[in-house]
């Protein structure tokens, strides 16, 4: 059985490393990055589970899981959001998720110090 996955992620790095990811673990993901084209893509008989993001560029991603709700949808739902800096995972790590996922609120010092090469803008001085 082939294990289909919708993400709806509108953060095009985010969005890229968590297919790369979860298609390393077997799921057939179809990423899409705003609520019209997860419209679009959404297919009851195909998909399982959808990976919603709650902040969206066309939309509030709770307002979908409600509607998929009110209409008695079985879709498994995980929500992901939080406010993060993304920044490049130790070249050590082989089988962990790809991203070194980073609460604001850390000092910039801080981040640059524990994150040598950090590419994100939290980060930059």
């Not at 790095?13 to 057939?28: C, P, Q, S």
């Not at 995980?78 to 082989?94: E, G």
């Not at 790809?98 to 994150?115: D, I």
Request: proline residues 6%; glycine residues 8%.
């Amino acid at each position: 059985m082939i294990r289909r996955l919708l993400l709806l992620e509108d953060e095009p790095i985010l969005r890229r490393e968590l297919t790369h990811f979860l298609g390393r673990e077997g799921w057939d993901v179809e990423a899409i990055g705003d609520i019209s084209g997860f419209r679009q893509a959404y297919d009851a008989g195909l998909h399982r589970i959808a990976i919603i993001d709650l902040s969206l560029p066309d939309g509030d991603g709770m307002a979908l899981i409600r509607e998929l709700r009110s209409h008695g949808n079985p879709l498994g739902i995980v929500v992901l959001t939080a406010p993060i800096t993304i920044c490049r995972k130790p070249a050590t790590w082989t089988k962990s998720p790809p991203l070194w996922l980073r609460c604001r609120g850390v000092s910039r010092a801080s981040c640059r110090a524990s994150r040598p090469g950090c590419w994100s803008a939290a980060c930059a001085a």
